[in-house]
């Protein structure tokens, strides 16, 4: 079983470096999802980040409003991404707001949908949201459930002051017990658009399409 981990809404100063921490002691590469208001507070994050073998991905400058509740799509993600600049990827990694995980025809629009094609970027879903930002302490069992029930899993974690951070080498640790493969890359079923190209049904994703 393969397992992609993610790191969405920072960065956080005093959590992600300790994320970083972590994840370099065990020689494991992730990909953060970058809030733009939060990187325009603590760049210098994501900057080691990236030298550490890390994927920096675009989430959005405010988080505030799924686009298929009328966030624009030109403010939230160019605004990110002019901001996470020469971090990026080459495959421009997005991820849109969600609004707690949940995968619904609000999570994009067809305003998102074609700017996302016509500037060449790769969203990127997910199929694990063990809710660690609200239940700081036992969000690893629920992870490493999911883990086991997929081929292939997207882990869905905050880097955010909640303490859950605090049960990263936990879960790390269950992961390395039941042989699960942790890796960079991502499934083609949690990227639904890669590089501008439609690869899934985008229906269930956003009213209209």
Not at 78 to 87: M, S, T
């Amino acid at each position: 079983m393969k397992v992609t981990l993610t790191f969405d809404n920072g960065p956080w100063p005093g959590v992600t470096d300790g994320v970083l921490d972590t994840l370099r002691e065990r020689d494991i590469r992730s990909t953060f999802f970058v809030v733009g208001k939060q990187l325009r507070k603590a760049r210098e994050l994501s900057v080691r980040a990236a030298s550490e073998g890390h994927w920096i991905g675009n989430h959005t400058m405010t988080h505030a409003v799924p686009f298929g509740d009328g966030a624009d799509p030109v403010d939230e993600i160019e605004g990110a991404q002019a901001l996470i600049g020469d971090l990026a990827h080459a495959d421009k990694w997005f991820r849109p707001f969600g609004r707690g995980g949940v995968l619904d025809d609000r999570l994009l629009s067809e305003a998102a949908i074609g700017h996302l094609r016509a500037n060449e970027y790769s969203c990127v879903l997910w199929n694990s949201v063990p809710r660690d930002w609200e239940d700081p302490d036992e969000w690893v069992d629920r992870a490493v459930a999911d883990v086991r029930s997929n081929e292939w899993t997207v882990v869905v974690l905050h880097d955010l002051p909640t303490g859950a951070m605090a049960r990263l080498p936990r879960f790390l640790d269950a992961l390395h017990a039941i042989d699960a493969d942790v890796v960079q890359d991502f499934p083609d079923a949690c990227v639904p658009i890669r590089r501008g190209r439609i690869a899934a049904d985008l229906s269930v994703l956003a009213s209209g399409t």
